[in-house]
């Protein structure tokens, strides 16, 4: 084995056709790094160009959006009916032509724990979004999620004669959890019991938020899981 390997390093060095391979694959790696360097808008739009242009990443803004609206609810500022009326979803506020609660829902939280996770969550994969995709694909994964699962919610809601709040962003949250799951289904993550591919914990996080949600939660949660399917669907160049 150890000789096979030798002799094979000596013809790639020493030898015309050798060297003619590395010289092959070296030049297709270098066009692929200079098509990336050299033409930034053929992977980033103008909108990750501007939003590049910050002081923080995005996936801060979102959190520090959270963290400012969860102080509002623990402190009651400026009030529990401005609130209610434009950070919840609830069919009283859509039959009141309240539409932009089908987005500010998502960085409402009044549970302390509620509010960790979510955050927890978009620090760990909204980052990752945000550093492989760039900032637009995070900015549309939390808009998609957010407002599809929105309306999935309402509609549930709707149906059942349910008039109860609904905050949080776990719509938003699913849109990432299963575009990052599409996107690196075999990417190893080191947890307390070893490594374990990313697919099998997307998976695993899915199921259980399904399966302890209610009717209305659920009808969300699977918002959301169809924003994120098909926001990698699109960048894949799938039509629908």
């Known amino acids: 084995m150890i000789k096979r390997n030798v002799a094979q390093f000596v013809k790639k060095t020493l030898t015309r056709e050798g060297r003619a391979e590395i010289y092959a694959d070296a030049k297709l790696n270098f066009n692929k790094i200079q098509s990336i360097y050299q033409n930034p808008r053929r992977n980033f739009s103008e909108l990750d160009n501007y939003l590049r242009k910050l002081r923080r990443p995005l996936y801060f803004y979102i959190m520090a959006a959270n963290v400012g609206v969860f102080l509002a609810w623990q402190l009651r500022f400026p009030g529990e009916d401005f609130l209610f009326n434009h950070f919840a979803l609830s069919t009283m506020n859509i039959d009141h032509y309240r539409y932009h609660t089908l987005l500010t829902y ?31 694909a995070l900015l549309t994964l939390w808009l998609a999620g957010a407002v599809t699962a929105g309306v999935f919610t309402n509609s549930a809601n709707a149906e059942v004669g349910n008039y109860a709040p609904t905050m949080g962003g776990w719509g938003a949250i699913h849109a990432i959890l299963a575009f990052c ?3 690196f ?26 399966i302890g949600s209610s009717r209305s ?15 990698f669907m699109h960048r894949r160049g799938w039509r629908f």
């Open 106 to 136: 998502s960085f409402s939280h009044i549970q302390l724990f509620h509010f960790l996770f979510d955050t927890a969550t978009i620090y760990f994969l909204g980052r990752m979004v945000e550093n492989y995709f760039g900032s637009r």
């Open 181 to 183: 799951t599409l996107s």
């Open 185 to 210: 289904p075999h990417q190893k993550v080191n947890l307390f019991f070893g490594p374990t591919k990313f697919w099998v914990i997307g998976v695993a996080l899915m199921s259980i938020s399904l």
């Open 217 to 231: 939660a659920a009808a969300g949660e699977i918002g959301g899981l169809l924003a994120g399917a098909g926001y």
